[in-house]
């Protein structure tokens, strides 16, 4: 017999409506897994959380958090468009460093390297071979058929090679307080690289959200066939989402060169593409297409970059860093799975029997004993 609740209605209490809702929300479970790094960090350090205004701009933890994850933030977007056409794109780190290495060569030799508009033609000229590569790595998959891992992958592989025959296989300094902006300047408070990166989630969330756009990618993702069937023309949106995954991550490239006022062609971006594609796995977006989220990306982003942030303040020895980061992002991942959450719910349950019924079960076997 189940016990009657205050209601009256004899249904045992459960969680709230509201409540349920809020914890089935896509984006619950990444802000939770944030709000826990952050708070776990005020252990260690109490004023991690602390934010003061030094010299007319604000200076902290946080704000290093978001001016170090801006590039990851950029990466991860172009990553999300492209994964949800059950694509992905490995060159991204490579485009990375492509952008550094034109932008800060173009600057270096130039005769008047501290001029905006040798800056501005620095940063066309990245954005435009970015744009190239993108092209091209669409091309491939959307043209020729070539599987999208193997597509980047050669250009993954070969794209670093390139950033270091522009760079000569030297690290490429720069002086340039315009070029400086990018990456290291601030603006109304804040670091620019924060700004612009918020200014291109923006500006995709409006075109993807407001538009028709999004959901031809969604469609192109979850049922290509059906896709096809209906008119869609999934080689131009393929062709589109690979060259905004280049731009975003020559964008990120320009920042982190800019930040370092110097290009490496050999480490600038290195494994930027795996931050990425778990920043969107983190954020909700399936590998296998379809639906997508712009601002889980953004939470997920936000939590590698606070992950990495928690290692160097704990002092987390180097050689283990890349394993504690592993096991935090498995935990994280772990947290947000429906399945395994319903099944350590029914665990719970089965551990924890109803009391009502563990007393019916014990008088039965009175009566059976003592008939």
């Known amino acids: 017999m189940t016990p009657p609740d205050d209601t009256g209605t004899g249904k045992r209490p459960g969680r709230a409506p509201g409540t349920r809702r809020l914890i ?24 991690f959380l602390a934010v003061r205004v030094q010299n007319g701009h604000l200076y902290g933890s946080l704000i290093d ?24 794109d490995l060159s991204v780190g490579s ?14 030799t130039a005769k008047d390297p501290g001029s905006l508009s040798t800056v501005l033609s620095a940063v066309a000229l990245a954005v435009g ?11 491939l998959v959307a043209r020729l058929g070539v599987q999208p891992i193997v597509a980047t992958l050669v250009l993954m592989v070969a794209g670093r090679g390139v950033a270091q025959l522009i760079t000569d296989g030297q690290i490429v300094s720069v002086s340039s307080s ?57 080689a131009g949106l393929l062709i589109m989402v690979y060259v905004v995954s280049a731009v975003c991550a020559a964008v990120a490239g320009l920042m982190i060169s800019s930040n370092v006022s110097s290009a490496d062609g050999n480490n600038a971006g290195l494994w930027i593409e795996l931050d990425a594609i778990l920043a969107v796995v983190i954020g909700g977006t399936a590998l296998t297409g379809g639906r997508f989220s712009l601002g889980g990306t953004v939470l997920g982003a936000l939590i590698i970059q606070t992950l990495s942030t928690t290692i160097y303040t704990l002092g987390v020895p180097p050689e283990t860093t890349l394993v504690f980061k592993a096991l935090v ?29 563990a007393a019916g079960d014990l008088t039965a076997r009175r009566q059976e004993v003592h008939p």
């Open 329 to 357: 992002v498995i935990v994280v991942c772990l947290v947000q799975s429906p399945a395994f959450r319903a099944r350590l719910s029914r665990r719970r349950r089965t551990a924890a029997p109803d009391p009502a019924s």
């Open 178 to 234: 315009a070029y400086k902006m990018i990456g290291g300047g601030y603006w109304l408070t804040l670091p620019f690289a924060v700004l612009l990166a918020a200014a291109l989630v923006a500006v995709t969330s409006l075109v993807t959200r407001r538009t028709a756009l999004g959901l031809l990618i969604e469609s192109v993702g979850g049922n290509p066939v059906a896709s096809r069937l209906v008119g869609i023309r999934a």
């Open 95 to 108: 485009t990375v460093a492509i952008a550094g290495a034109l932008a800060c060569e173009h600057i270096a």
């Open 129 to 139: 071979v970015a744009a190239a590569i993108g092209l091209l790595n669409g091309f």
């Open 24 to 47: 089935e929300h896509r984006l619950f479970w990444p802000a939770a897994v944030l709000a826990a790094l952050l708070l776990g960090n005020v252990v260690f350090t109490h004023d």
């Open 65 to 88: 958090i978001l001016q170090f994850g801006a590039p990851l933030i950029l990466v991860s977007l172009g990553m999300t468009l492209v994964i949800a056409t059950r694509g992905i």
